[in-house]
């Protein structure tokens, strides 16, 4: 009988404490407004979002890009950030910083831009829950430029962000393009004398 009651009181506490299993996310980041005008065709790093979880259980998030109703700036597509990761899994607790990038198209509109950088509750599929978010608001500007300037800025951002491998190989190609034209012209001959 004892051993009964504990047992029955034992799956009382597990099931009491499963039913209370929090989940939850926060981000520290509140809001970004970027003040310079981006050029289209260019890619920018924004300050990396760290994804914390409030919760008391092991939770996946994952960053996605949100719209609301009553932002003021043109909705931002999907495509234009790219978050690193895409999905965090974390303990109670715990943070993890994600990186993001801006892409610009070349063929971007200029004006105003808004949009929401969210964390979402990842569902484990075990019965219905609730998909918790927690989002950031982003505001920008894009600047209008023609669509040669826009190729123009899109390749120099690549050779920038590519450095310093886009800077090395050329260079040692013009160096050994030299070196053979220098073989070319001028004989060198090299004695050893005793």
Do not use: C
């Not at 610009?104 to 964390?119: R, S």
Request: glycine share 10%.
């Amino acid at each position: 009988m004892r051993r009964a009651l504990l047992i029955g009181l034992a799956a009382l506490f597990a099931s009491s404490s499963a039913a209370s299993a929090d989940r939850g996310v926060a981000l520290d980041l509140g809001k970004l407004e970027i003040e310079q005008a981006l050029t289209p065709g260019g890619g920018y790093r924004l300050p990396p979002v760290g994804v914390r979880n409030p919760g008391d259980e092991v939770t996946t998030y994952r960053m996605v890009v949100g719209s609301a109703q009553g932002l003021a700036g043109a909705p931002v597509p999907e495509e234009w950030l790219h978050f690193a990761p895409g999905e965090v899994t974390l303990k109670p607790g715990k943070t993890r910083k994600v990186s993001v990038r801006l892409s610009v198209p070349t063929g971007a509109d200029p004006g105003d831009y808004e949009t929401l950088l969210a964390a979402r509750i990842v569902s484990d599929g075990g019965g219905a829950r609730v998909g918790a978010a927690a989002a950031a608001k982003v505001t920008f500007e894009v600047e209008s430029a023609t669509l040669l300037g826009a190729w123009w800025h899109e390749l120099s951002t690549w050779l920038t962000e590519t450095a310093p491998w886009t800077w090395i190989v050329p260079a040692l190609l013009v160096a050994l393009g030299t070196a053979s034209q220098l073989r070319r012209r001028f004989a060198f001959h090299v004695e050893r004398r005793a």
